[in-house]
């Protein structure tokens, strides 16, 4: 017979404990939530009647429904009122003396039968366990953030956690509408030590100035899909607990020095600065635990005209090559009205990427998204020629040929000779340094990077990267290219991976090290990182779109530039590749995908 949970206790009213008790009183069961002081215990009682108040005016809770929930909640100070609970749920801040105290209190307090049971993000739960006489009936239940939407628990067994008590999580978690996945106990569980390296990382490149705030977080939000950037996810975090996390990740995950907290966060946190329950972190808000963010003097002025001022005037565009991107760039460049040069190898290769291009623009006529006279419109603004000669009164080169570095340097140096002065050469290398491009000519200032993401009529990013000798006059008007397309440029240095894949590829490589090492299943690693963090796919599905080989690659070329150990490619995906599992291009990756 499965235990009954008729009432829970939650301690600790902050960012994840007002979310938890919603989420318990949403569902039927009676709370007790305890906080330290009245001044806390209000914060809590605010935060949850302002998160259900919001949900009633959503329409997605009826007035009735919010009375009931919050009559099951009944507000408290200090531990003694949890006596009579059948479960715990402690979500105090992320220390470990602290999270130890109160369970020896929370071991005297309640009845013996109850689960004590912490919120903790990386500590260990095992020593958390040990300050009690029960550690057999203590239990990690790990919630997302926001607790009341994200579907995921990480339900986390030590040792000597006995398989009752899991089992009778895990139907509380199903109860509650969730989706758990049972772990053991390291530092991070699955979403969080696949997650906090790359904040990390978001974290270090915003130090560095290596792109602004706005710019890495739309990076990842319209590069890879994410429901918000990294930055703002800190933000929601709280840099204090995500300080925290990292730290203990850090001395309990080997010490990966990718998880060494960067100083800023330790500044920010000193100065006050936790993020949306202080009112300001990486953006400011509106008010302290507000999500709506207020312009403050970083924020970009992003107006049309701002944007082109100092621009140079682009109307004719060169562009270079006959593969997938350089037929996607033609078609974006044609849609928005630029008169397009296309070069390719020969005739052949032009009509080729003029069927495709005209397949795709008749897509968007069945679609209802372009008129028929829009599309010949379009068309009739290609011209197509096999000579580079053609391009001696373009204003602007993209180039998109083959990612090799000897083949690029060569054009490059023949658009040189051939390009009136004052036009914007731009390379789509996604993995080439583009200063080497740059040196090929004589006016580095004009050379910059303009990586589409594919399929570039679709994806809503251009990352434009200027290279030490790039001018702000040519990124600018760069810039104010992307704008023109209906794109968002973001800008940043000339490193490897540029923002997008310097921040997804270690992850995912982190996702395969994880399955490597037999920690969890593709499925709940998979699991994990879409219903706990929000993304479009689990890190293993990705792997077997993008292709085994291609990822391969990219993490090598990362690990070779910046020499983090921490990047070295994982001997799995080494071996897949060997073994010609490169995913859906071949039919097996990860996973087989010719049964399905
Ligand atoms: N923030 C996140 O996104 C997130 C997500 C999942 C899990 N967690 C984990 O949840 C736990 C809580 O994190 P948070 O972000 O909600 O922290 P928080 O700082 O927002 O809230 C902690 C709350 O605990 C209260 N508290 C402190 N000492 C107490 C005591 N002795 N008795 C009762 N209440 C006490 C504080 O007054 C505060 O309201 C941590 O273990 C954290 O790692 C956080």
Same mark, same amino acid.
């Given at each position: 017979?499965?235990?009954?949970?008729?009432?829970?206790?939650?301690?600790? =009213?902050?960012?994840?404990?007002?979310?938890?008790?919603?989420?318990?009183?949403?569902?039927?069961?009676?709370?007790?939530?305890?906080?330290?002081?009245?001044?806390?215990?209000?914060?809590?009682?605010?935060?949850?009647?302002?998160?259900?108040?919001?949900?009633?005016?959503?329409?997605?809770?009826?007035?009735?429904?919010?009375?009931?929930?919050?009559?099951?909640?009944?507000?408290q100070v200090g531990l003694d009122a949890l006596h009579s609970v059948d479960l715990v749920?402690?979500?105090?801040?992320?220390?470990?003396?602290?999270?130890?105290?109160?369970?020896?209190?929370?071991?005297?307090?309640?009845?013996?039968?109850?689960?004590?049971?912490?919120?903790?993000?990386?500590?260990?739960?095992?020593?958390?366990? /040990?300050?009690?006489?029960?550690?057999?009936?203590? &239990?990690?239940?790990?919630?997302?953030?926001?607790?009341?939407?994200?579907?995921?628990?990480? /339900?986390?067994?030590?040792?000597?956690?006995?398989?009752?008590?899991?089992?009778?999580?895990?139907?509380?978690?199903?109860?509650?509408?969730?989706?758990? /996945?049972?772990?053991?106990?390291?530092?991070?569980?699955?979403?969080?030590?696949?997650?906090?390296?790359?904040?990390?990382?978001?974290?270090?490149?915003?130090?560095?100035?290596?792109?602004?705030?706005?710019?890495?977080?739309?990076?990842?939000?319209?590069?890879?899909? =994410?429901?918000?950037?990294?930055?703002?996810?800190?933000?929601?975090?709280?840099?204090?607990?995500?300080?925290?996390?990292?730290?203990?990740?850090?001395?309990?995950?080997?010490?990966?020095?990718?998880?060494?907290?960067?100083?800023? &966060?330790?500044?920010?946190?000193?100065?006050?600065?936790?993020?949306?329950?202080?009112?300001?972190?990486?953006?400011?808000?509106?008010?302290?635990?507000?999500?709506?963010?207020?312009?403050?003097?970083?924020?970009?002025?992003?107006?049309?005209?701002?944007?082109?001022?100092?621009?140079?005037?682009?109307?004719?565009?060169?562009?270079?090559?006959?593969?997938?991107?350089?037929?996607?760039?033609?078609?974006?460049?044609?849609?928005?009205?630029?008169?397009?040069?296309?070069?390719?190898?020969?005739?052949?290769?032009?009509?080729?990427?003029?069927?495709?291009?005209?397949?795709?623009?008749?897509?968007?006529?069945?679609?209802?998204?372009?008129?028929?006279?829009?599309?010949?419109?379009?068309?009739?603004?290609?011209?197509?020629?096999?000579?580079?000669?053609?391009?001696?009164?373009?204003?602007?080169?993209?180039?998109?040929?083959?990612?090799?570095?000897?083949?690029?340097?060569?054009?490059?140096?023949?658009?040189?000779?051939?390009?009136?002065?004052?036009?914007?050469?731009?390379?789509?290398?996604?993995?080439?340094?583009?200063?080497?491009?740059?040196?090929?000519?004589?006016?580095?200032?004009?050379?910059?990077?303009?990586?589409?993401?594919?399929?570039?009529?679709?994806?809503?990013?251009?990352?434009?990267?200027?290279?030490?000798?790039?001018?702000?006059?040519?990124?600018?008007?760069?810039?104010?290219?992307?704008?023109?397309?209906?794109?968002?440029? /973001?800008?940043?240095?000339?490193?490897?991976g540029f923002i997008v894949n310097a921040l997804l590829f270690p992850y995912l490589n982190?996702?395969?090290?994880?399955?490597?090492?037999?920690?969890?299943?593709?499925?709940?690693?998979?699991?994990?990182?879409?219903?706990?963090?929000?993304?479009?796919?689990?890190?293993?599905?990705?792997?077997?779109?993008?292709?085994?080989?291609?990822?391969?690659?990219?993490?090598?070329?990362?690990?070779?530039? =910046?020499?983090?150990?921490?990047?070295?490619?994982?001997?799995?995906?080494?071996?897949?590749?060997?073994?010609?599992y490169l995913g859906r291009k071949t039919g097996r990756g990860f996973r087989d995908h010719?049964?399905?």
């Open positions: 017979m499965a235990r009954e949970f008729t009432s829970v206790g939650v301690v600790g =009213l902050g960012t994840m404990g007002a979310g938890i008790v919603e989420v318990f009183a949403r569902n039927g069961i009676d709370v007790v939530a305890v906080e330290i002081s009245e001044a806390a215990l209000q914060r809590g009682r605010t935060t949850l009647t302002g998160s259900t108040d919001r949900a009633v005016a959503k329409g997605k809770l009826a007035e009735a429904e919010r009375d009931a929930l919050l009559s099951r909640v009944h507000f749920i402690e979500a105090v801040p992320e220390h470990l003396d602290l999270k130890q105290r109160i369970f020896a209190e929370l071991d005297r307090v309640c009845k013996p039968e109850a689960i004590l049971a912490t919120n903790t993000s990386s500590l260990s739960v095992t020593e958390i366990s /040990v300050a009690t006489t029960r550690p057999n009936q203590v &239990i990690g239940i790990h919630f997302f953030n926001p607790a009341p939407v994200m579907k995921l628990v990480e /339900v986390v067994r030590t040792v000597v956690t006995s398989a009752d008590v899991v089992a009778d999580v895990e139907a509380l978690c199903e109860r509650l509408g969730k989706v758990d /996945v049972t772990i053991s106990d390291r530092a991070g569980f699955i979403a969080n030590a696949l997650l906090f390296g790359y904040l990390n990382h978001a974290v270090s490149m915003l130090e560095s100035r290596y792109a602004t705030r706005e710019d890495i977080d739309a990076a990842m939000k319209l590069g890879c899909g =994410l429901p918000m950037g990294p930055l703002a996810l800190m933000d929601l975090i709280g840099l204090d607990t995500a300080y925290e996390i990292l730290d203990t990740m850090y001395r309990r995950g080997g010490r990966d020095r990718r998880h060494a907290p960067v100083p800023l &966060i330790k500044q920010m946190v000193t100065a006050g600065l936790l993020g949306r329950k202080s009112g300001r972190g990486f953006y400011t808000y509106e008010r302290p635990g507000s999500p709506v963010v207020v312009p403050d003097e970083q924020t970009p002025v992003a107006s049309e005209s701002a944007l082109a001022d100092g621009a140079r005037g682009i109307a004719k565009v060169g562009v270079v090559g006959s593969g997938t991107m350089a037929t996607g760039i033609i078609e974006v460049f044609a849609k928005a009205g630029y008169e397009v040069v296309s070069v390719t190898r020969g005739a052949e290769k032009s009509a080729k990427v003029f069927e495709s291009v005209k397949t795709s623009l008749n897509k968007g006529v069945v679609r209802g998204k372009l008129s028929e006279a829009d599309r010949d419109a379009a068309l009739g603004r290609i011209n197509w020629s096999a000579t580079l000669e053609h391009l001696a009164d373009v204003d602007l080169v993209v180039e998109a040929v083959v990612e090799e570095l000897s083949v690029k340097k060569a054009l490059f140096a023949s658009l040189d000779e051939i390009c009136k002065p004052g036009v914007v050469l731009a390379t789509t290398t996604s993995s080439l340094p583009v200063i080497d491009v740059a040196m090929a000519t004589q006016r580095p200032a004009d050379v910059v990077g303009l990586h589409f993401f594919n399929p570039a009529p679709i994806m809503p990013l251009i990352e434009v990267v200027q290279t030490i000798r790039t001018s702000v006059e040519t990124t600018t008007t760069a810039k104010a290219v992307c704008a023109t397309l209906g794109k968002t440029g /973001v800008v940043c240095g000339d490193r490897s982190d996702a395969v090290k994880m399955l490597e090492a037999s920690y969890s299943t593709a499925d709940d690693i998979d699991y994990a990182m879409k219903l706990g963090c929000g993304y479009p796919m689990g890190p293993f599905e990705l792997l077997d779109v993008v292709g085994l080989d291609v990822s391969l690659a990219i993490q090598r070329e990362l690990y070779l530039e =910046l020499r983090e150990p921490g990047f070295a490619p994982a001997p799995l995906l080494e071996h897949l590749v060997t073994a010609g010719t049964r399905r």
